[in-house]
């Protein structure tokens, strides 16, 4: 007769391979036996996969402006022989489409930072719903500026750009964690951390190329997001470093683990010492 689970025996990780031996090993003889399940081997894959590749549209094509705007820049750069004005504009909206589009999520997954965070309470050496507010605050300020700077520019900015669309596919992993209900904070700041990572990035991508292109109009707006994203960083940068560290001296067991381990080892280490010191008196 089947007894039901506990809820300590439900949540005992057997992931591991090391978890039965026995059942790893018949698991291991099993997969040995079976036959491939496709036809074909790893050429095979790479065949197709050029195939694909070979017959593959690109992601999306580049934005274009809609409107009569500022092409200044892009003409300064046309005339230094750098590129083709209309290229040098579209790859722009391209970029600032991309980040348009991070921000915007960025502002989402504040918001589902906020209320975990609200649900939870606030963990000691963590995020305060204040300190949260106050990033999220600023990526939707920053979504707004790039929303204006597209429109200023021409652009459409609700184009879903190729970058964007790109960006948007990686932060899916971003978003499951951060509305995933059984993440802790600290697993949700990693997720959060990955964001500010590509968001610095990003920024610091922007400037790069706007100044390339001879924008240099638009550096004084996106230094000051950079600036802002730097802190975003450096804060959940920080709340991880705490709210790990604390998991971690928060086990007795695995502190005094660590104590006896430096005992013995001390301990050992004078054994060689007298044993060694004996040695050279009776040479
Ligand atoms: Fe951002
Ligand atoms: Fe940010």
Redo the contacts with the bound molecule.
């Keep these: 007769m089947k007894t039901q689970a506990t809820e300590q025996e439900m949540l005992l990780n057997r992931t591991g391979i090391m978890t039965n031996p026995e059942l790893s090993a018949e698991l291991i003889q099993g997969a040995k036996e079976a036959e491939p399940s496709p036809d074909g081997d790893l050429d095979d894959i790479a065949a197709k996969r050029a195939e694909y590749v070979e017959e593959a549209l690109p992601i999306g094509s580049k934005p274009m402006p809609v409107a009569e705007g500022d092409i200044t820049g892009a003409a300064d750069a046309e005339a230094e022989g750098a590129t083709d004005a209309g290229q040098a504009l579209s790859l722009l909206l391209d970029k600032l489409g991309e980040r348009l589009a991070f921000e915007r999520q960025?502002t989402r997954l504040y918001e589902g930072v906020i209320q975990k965070c609200e649900l939870i309470g606030d963990s000691e050496g963590g995020p305060s719903v204040a300190d949260l507010r106050h990033?999220h605050d600023?990526?939707m300020e920053h979504f707004k500026m790039l929303q204006r700077v597209i429109t200023e520019m021409g652009g459409d900015a609700t184009v879903q750009t190729p970058s964007a669309d790109i960006v948007g596919v990686l932060s899916h992993g971003i978003l499951q964690v951060v509305s995933d209900p059984r993440t802790t904070m600290a697993q949700t700041l990693q997720a959060m951390l990955n964001?500010?990572l590509a968001?610095n990035d990003g920024w610091q991508m922007l400037i790069t190329l706007a100044t390339s292109l001879g924008r240099d109009d638009l550096e004084e707006d996106f230094e000051k997001a950079l600036e802002?994203?730097q802190e975003?960083?450096e804060n959940v940068r920080g709340w991880l470093e705490t709210l790990t560290l604390s998991e971690a001296q928060a086990l007795p067991a695995a502190e005094d683990d660590a104590a006896s381990e430096r005992r013995e080892h001390e301990s050992r280490s004078a054994k060689k010492k007298s044993s060694s010191s004996r040695k050279k008196k009776k040479k």
């Design positions: 960025g990033i600023e990526e964001a500010e968001d802002s994203e975003h960083l």
